[in-house]
């Protein structure tokens, strides 16, 4: 990592894996305010949300950065799927044409960011395209990553199945909502990102 440099962390996943509530934790723990809206309707979260300075310090170390919260990576939008959330026709369709917007701008953050928390819903298959697609990503560009198991307070979490698929990255389990295990969260940013 650049010493002496204020770092652009950025969260990155799939829609609704949690990381707008991983960064609301984060910027309340640190900042003392939430980041960005949360809901159950996929793709929330269409443009890129910052949240500047955050500065987490822990047992004599310290990491200054900018939160980078992305929106979530797919392979597929499709505005149908907002219509089971209710959402009028009209709504939905743009929302997907916002969210597909948003995919490619979260995509082109790479270019910009200095480490990933790459966060993976636990109650989820995390063998998925766009998982494979981000990991290859950050791989090639050297991106210092690591992954986020997140939901494990719901009980079909496994992030257990997280690990197992990626044996070769750390994989943090943690509650973004019941703010579980944030303490190891912190203590690996600290190593992985200063």
């Given at each position: 990592?650049?010493?002496?440099?204020?770092?652009?962390?950025?969260?990155?996943?799939?829609?609704?894996?949690?990381?707008?509530?991983?960064?609301?934790?984060?910027?309340?723990?640190?900042?003392?305010?939430?980041?960005?809206?949360?809901?159950?309707?996929?793709?929330?979260?269409?443009?890129?949300?910052?949240?500047?300075?955050?500065?987490?310090?822990?047992?004599?170390?310290?990491?200054?950065?900018?939160?980078?919260?992305?929106?979530?990576?797919?392979?597929?939008?499709?505005?149908?799927?907002?219509?089971?959330?209710?959402?009028?026709?009209?709504?939905?369709?743009?929302?997907?044409?916002?969210?597909?917007?948003?995919?490619?701008?979260?995509?082109?953050?790479?270019?910009?960011?200095?480490?990933?928390?790459?966060?993976?819903?636990?109650?989820?298959?995390?063998?998925?395209?766009?998982?494979?697609?981000?990991?290859?990503?950050?791989?090639?560009?050297?991106?210092?990553?690591?992954?986020?198991?997140?939901?494990?307070?719901?009980?079909?979490?496994?992030?257990?199945?997280?690990?197992?698929?990626?044996?070769?990255?750390?994989?943090?389990?943690?509650?973004?909502?019941?703010?579980?295990?944030l303490d190891k969260l912190y203590e690996?940013?600290?190593?992985?990102?200063?």
């Open positions: 990592m650049r010493r002496n440099k204020k770092l652009k962390l950025g969260i990155y996943g799939h829609p609704n894996a949690g990381k707008t509530t991983l960064a609301n934790a984060i910027c309340e723990d640190w900042v003392g305010k939430s980041l960005g809206k949360v809901s159950e309707i996929p793709h929330e979260t269409r443009k890129v949300n910052f949240q500047r300075e955050v500065v987490i310090e822990k047992d004599g170390a310290k990491l200054i950065f900018d939160i980078v919260d992305t929106p979530g990576i797919t392979t597929k939008v499709d505005y149908r799927k907002f219509l089971e959330f209710g959402l009028p026709p009209d709504e939905a369709k743009k929302r997907a044409k916002e969210a597909t917007k948003g995919v490619i701008e979260a995509i082109k953050w790479l270019n910009d960011v200095d480490g990933v928390l790459l966060v993976m819903d636990s109650t989820r298959d995390p063998l998925t395209q766009a998982n494979v697609t981000i990991i290859g990503n950050l791989e090639a560009r050297d991106i210092p990553f690591f992954i986020v198991a997140n939901k494990i307070d719901l009980p079909e979490a496994k992030p257990q199945k997280i690990e197992s698929i990626f044996p070769q990255h750390i994989v943090v389990p943690i509650s973004a909502l019941k703010k579980e295990n690996t940013m600290l190593r992985t990102f200063r």
